[in-house]
């Protein structure tokens, strides 16, 4: 059974990630993890793909191909959200050239973004303004769907980069235009350092809610400059609290150094050294956790004032070892595992249906399944992990996808029933676990 879309309706298809679901599938003992692993790895592919191909000596004339990927049920492309969707794809590159050039018109399209607007967050395929937040108090574009600051966005787009040019060795994406909007996003990462002043971003929202705008004058809250660099909204697309959003930050240091990497590579020695320098005093200035035995905030403001707390959105505490941004060994992350995994953690929900962290996006009591997803891709422990794969499979509640959020008591309140994100990192949990762990696949899960 699939609740997947018939071939031909289907936007993108790849023989070798249909050959590995089957693989795979065929592998796992518990009949319905299966299905929805089957179901989920694909989802991006099948629903959110808009591809624009071009001949391989269109491409070497200097044509780029073109992807735009929308979220779901939100007919956008997030500069994050796009990363993570196509992010397991990475693996198969290599040996499809379609599935490629698919990827690379990823990257393409976001750097169209970047230069377009280092600052916004999500994006219209076509230049149309046709956005419910077209009245925003900020420096709205026709190719912007929202314009919240996020300091994870354009470190997403990093991140794909790299990851692309490891997987494939093609360096074809990596043009004038990519040097370009690489530079542009050191500049405002250092803007948002504010160390010469507030900078030239500002954001306000006629809105109900206090956490879909920012205070005074759309310039956010007060913070001392100390070398972090200062994030409007969290990848929630909540507003922060406090403006130095720790987990941000540390994937800024491990964005950056790639970007380092990439570029010296490429020959260019004066991007890579300011990517250098930056990561550098970013790293400096994060804490260390001794303020509150080993443990790091969720936020901070150069005053002394923090914040602990986790959200279920990439990047959290939680997903600092997926990031590749600390150990699952160091003991900062241990510490800071157990508290956000915890009742201290006002965002950590346990009912039920299930236990896990949520966050202020969809209220109180809602588990993500992406919080649980990254708690099991991120867990040494099998029982935990076994866990983990029980309240996500229960989570569906029939519908075979996984979704944004659903109720701690009830699986059948849930939030985004097409959430490409959730179902794409679930995939790669199950990727994972078949490469590192397959004993966990080949046993009959616990109740959830």
Not at 111 to 121: G, H, S
Not at 123 to 147: C, I, K, S, V, Y
Not at 394 to 402: E, P, R, V
Request: glycine share 8%.
């Amino acid at each position: 059974m699939t609740e997947r879309p018939a071939p031909e309706h289907r936007c993108f298809a790849s023989p070798a990630i249909e050959a590995e679901i089957a693989r795979v599938r065929g592998g796992m003992v518990d009949a319905e993890l299966g299905r929805l692993f089957a179901n989920a790895l694909p989802n991006t592919l099948d629903t959110t793909i808009a591809f624009t191909d071009v001949e391989a000596d269109d491409a070497e004339a200097g044509t780029q191909p073109d992807t735009f990927v929308i979220t779901g049920d939100i007919p956008a492309m997030w500069l994050r959200d796009s990363t993570a969707q196509v992010w397991p794809y990475l693996a198969f590159a290599s040996r499809e050239p379609r599935l490629r050039r698919m990827l690379a018109g990823v990257v393409r399209r976001q750097v169209v973004c970047l230069r377009t607007d280092p600052y916004a967050n999500a994006f219209h395929r076509l230049p149309d303004g046709d956005t419910p937040w077209a009245d925003d108090r900020t420096a709205m574009h026709p190719l912007l769907h929202e314009r919240k600051w996020e300091l994870d966005s354009p470190c997403s787009v990093i991140r794909l980069s790299h990851g692309y040019w490891q997987a494939t060795g093609d360096t074809r994406p990596f043009d004038a235009d990519w040097v370009d909007a690489m530079t542009t996003v050191v500049r405002t990462l250092r803007e948002q350092q504010r160390r010469d002043g507030p900078g030239p971003y500002r954001f306000q929202r006629r809105a109900l809610s206090p956490t879909d705008t920012l205070p005074f004058d759309g310039g956010g809250w007060p913070a001392r400059p100390n070398g972090l660099i200062r994030s409007g909204f969290r990848p929630s697309d909540d507003a922060c609290q406090y403006p130095y959003l720790i987990p941000a930050n540390f994937f800024a240091v491990t964005s950056l150094r790639q970007l380092d990497t990439l570029a010296s590579a490429l020959g260019h020695a004066a991007l890579a050294l300011s990517a250098h320098t930056l990561a550098a005093e970013v790293e400096a200035a994060l804490p260390d956790g001794s303020a509150r035995g080993g443990i790091l905030p969720y936020e901070t403001d150069g005053y002394g004032n923090a914040l602990y707390m986790d959200d279920a959105n990439v990047p959290s505490l939680l997903s600092l070892p997926y990031l590749g941004c600390l150990s699952v060994d160091d003991p900062r992350y241990r510490a800071t595992r157990r508290f956000v995994l915890g009742e201290d953690n006002p965002f950590f929900f346990q009912g039920r249906a299930a236990r896990g962290i949520g966050g202020p996006h969809c209220g109180l009591g809602m588990v993500w399944p992406l919080a649980l997803t990254l708690q099991a891709l991120t867990s040494t422990d099998d029982a935990e992990t076994l866990q983990c794969l029980a309240m996500l499979k229960a989570s569906h509640a029939g519908t075979g996808f996984l979704h944004e959020s659903f109720h701690q008591d009830d699986v059948t309140r849930y939030t985004r029933p097409w959430f490409a994100w959730a179902n794409s990192l679930f995939g790669e949990l199950i990727l994972d676990l078949d490469a590192r762990r397959p004993h966990l696949l080949r046993q009959p899960l616990p109740h959830a």
